[in-house]
């Protein structure tokens, strides 16, 4: 029995490597000969907390990485779907070539999973078509959409519970006893459809709760209350649990899947249409609290405001979608061009132009200290802001002189 894993980035990867340290065959195939030789080498290609020990394992279990596509018995097709920024809709090539390559090598019978989040409906409009054309329907398609969270991924792996979409009950069956190898949730199987759905409503209902503690913040600023005063007041209800307003949603998944509900189904997901506005607003929030702070305290330089923070939230290393990226964006069409030192200690590539990559240089030059996400390290290093203004988006640091909220 062996595994191919088709594209070993955040989710691919670290998949591959479960099912190889549980005792399954697995290559690893990856377009980029970067990314395989870097692995061939037992080079990790991300950070992510507990895959050092993973990756061993999996390369103990005799794991191979390839640039080539393998005769395998099951397939797991993990690229990435982007969404086109202006027509809010699912961006399938990746997964179509990805399929394509596989009918070309797969065995008759073979099990081809995408794991890939797709918007519902496109299993049947563009993948089932391609093993018409190819003439192998002897493939059996399945959709298994991931669960995980960055940050938390392996635990998450082997715990989560996971949806199982397939055409023929005893091929989900199947592959829900392989899943089964390392996950301990619960393994749903139902159909294609509603694994798609179900997948893209998860993200849908956390993005749509993410801006109902947004709009919150707006009210209560409207009302001269403390918005997470109010949250937590209310939070203390058994059946209410408010989530955290920020400085707006970041991620390859939650600013990116309900989009998909609202591009093929524009007359029903006005909710979900309005929720993903009032997040998308939240970086321009953050540009005029900015503005503000600056006026109050006579700074006139944007050189004096640093940004802490490029990743989309907390101790990991993915910049997508990141509500910095958002800032910079809103400020760039503006026509200003940010002249803000910035700091990610977990950004250790130069990705903007007045990136610094020290904690005390990066202080040192400002005044005020805009902290956009909340490592772990910013939070014990926060005695070294007390002669600075800090604007906390995220009402993270507790505790700290000349501390502003969004
Ligand atoms: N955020 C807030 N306020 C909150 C919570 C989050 O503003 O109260 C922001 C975060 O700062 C971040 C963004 O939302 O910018 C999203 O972060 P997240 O941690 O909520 O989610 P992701 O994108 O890392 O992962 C989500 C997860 N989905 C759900 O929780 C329903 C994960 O389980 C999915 O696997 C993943 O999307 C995915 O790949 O679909």
């Not at 409906?121 to 669960?147: M, N, Q, S």
């Not at 600013?255 to 591009?263: E, I």
């Amino acid at each position: 029995m062996l595994i191919n894993v088709i594209g070993l980035g955040y989710i691919g990867l670290p998949t591959a490597l479960m099912f190889a340290s549980h005792g399954s065959s697995v290559i690893g195939t990856d377009q980029n000969p970067e990314v395989v030789s870097s692995l061939t080498a037992g080079e990790l290609t991300f950070e992510e907390s507990g895959i050092n020990e993973l990756f061993a394992a999996a390369m103990n279990s005799g794991i191979k990485f390839s640039t080539q596509y393998a005769v395998a018995d099951v397939y797991i097709v993990a690229v990435p779907t982007p969404y086109r920024k202006d027509t809010k809709q699912i961006e399938t090539s990746y997964v179509r070539s990805a399929v394509q390559s596989v009918l070309a090598v797969a065995p008759r019978g073979a099990v081809c999973i995408v794991e890939s989040t797709v918007s519902p409906g496109t299993i049947d409009k563009c993948v089932r078509p391609l093993l018409r054309e190819a003439t192998r329907e002897d493939v059996h398609l399945v959709h298994a959409p991931e669960r995980i969270i960055p940050g938390n991924m392996i635990v998450e792996l082997e715990n989560n519970n996971r949806t199982i979409g397939a055409d023929d009950a005893s091929v989900g069956e199947r592959i829900a006893q392989l899943y089964g190898t390392f996950c301990h949730g619960e393994i749903v199987v139902t159909d294609i459809r509603t694994a798609e759905m179900s997948k893209v409503v998860e993200n849908t209902y956390r993005a749509v709760n993410i801006a109902f503690a947004n709009e919150l913040d707006a009210i209560c600023d409207a009302a001269g209350l403390d918005v997470r005063q109010v949250i937590a007041v209310a939070n203390k209800h058994p059946r209410v649990n408010i989530l955290n307003p920020g400085p707006g949603v970041g991620g390859h998944c939650i600013p990116v899947d309900p989009w998909f509900l609202v591009g093929d189904f524009p007359e029903q997901a006005t909710l979900v249409r309005e929720a993903m506005y009032i997040n998308e607003a939240r970086p321009e929030k953050v540009m005029k609290r900015i503005g503000e702070i600056m006026e109050e305290n006579g700074i006139d330089d944007l050189a004096k405001v640093g940004i802490y923070g490029l990743t989309y939230k907390a101790d990991v290393d993915d910049v997508r979608e990141s509500p910095t990226l958002q800032l910079l964006d809103k400020l760039r069409s503006f026509g200003i061009r940010p002249p803000m030192p910035l700091y990610d200690p977990m950004v250790k590539t130069g990705m903007y132009e007045n990136q610094v990559f020290d904690f005390d240089e990066f202080v040192t030059q400002v005044d005020l200290v805009v902290v956009m996400v909340p490592h772990t390290e910013i939070k014990s290093r926060i005695t070294e802001l007390s002669n600075k203004m800090v604007l906390d988006t995220q009402n993270a640091l507790g505790s700290v002189d000349n501390l502003y909220t969004l």
